[in-house]
């Protein structure tokens, strides 16, 4: 494989873009100039030749899937190892992957990039593991999928972290020697979710703020609706008491996010011991710094409230009657207006 300088792989890849379009959009390259008699010689050929038919129209999807599929003879080697070779192609804003049924844009930006914790230190190449630098890129026969394998390259440096995110119940990992399909069907076998979160699930990838960025950290504390609440539906929805989650819902600060109370890399069962919500622990997790003070027995019988107030509401037989009764009154003007 021919290692090309920076320069030649950018005029290379100008080229192909020039040239592709053409191609991606099902459009024809437009025709050189005729000359004079090449002209005289169509025009008297075209007068007397019977009127060609029209090509069959093929659909853009068509076309695009087709185009998305071509195989280009563009093998290189990155001039660098860092971000300079990758952002060649994927620092334009128009880059997309077509696929059969979807196009995503696999542009970069650089100038989040540059505002991420990984903006000094860390290439392309330390959490993009698992490619072979063709154009386009190709799966490693025998590798990880690139996207998976890109999720998790945070443990080759976040080894603590890791190790931690391991041992919880969000852990990729089954028991040894078993394959990736098996660990999933045994997951959903013991009533577990078929799929875990991994490192870029929560943290992102390209946009992750440093710890040092306050604005940013800040804004991060109010994402665990989206955060976790993506895949436990149910639990945020009741994060609903009047003191931790209607507080957090509008934007509270000081109102405690998920990993706040159920901790974030070693996430574990309610009922481990070990957990920072299990019974046994909730006084020590209540009385955290920046939470609450003079944690008893009397102040934790609120804690069945943080996530079920809404239940109980409801099944208060005052609370019912109040509300139905409301509501057909309510009703009842509406059809009088």
Known sequence: MVR????IVAAIVAVVVVAVPAVTLGLAAAPSAPTAQAGAAEAATTATAAPKPLPKPVSAAATASAAATRTYDLDFTLPTAGKSGCLVCH????????GVETTSSIYVDVAQLQKSAHAEGTPCTGCHLDFAYTSPHKQIEGGDDWAAAAKLACKNCHKDAFSAYANGMHSPAG???QTPDETVKARVAAGKPANVPLCGDCHGGHVIPSMDDTPAMTAQHLTGYDMCGTCHIEAAASYSDYYHGAAYRRGSLDAPSCWDCHGYHE???VDDRRSPVHPSRLAETCGQAGCHDNVDEQFLEYAELVHGHD???DANPVFSLTRDTIGRAVETLRSLL
């Open 267 to 269: 996430i574990l069962a």
């Open 175 to 177: 028991k040894p020697g």
């Open 4 to 7: 090309l300088h920076e320069g």
């Open 91 to 98: 620092g334009d804003p128009n880059l997309a992957k077509i």
């Open 311 to 313: 239940a109980l509401r």
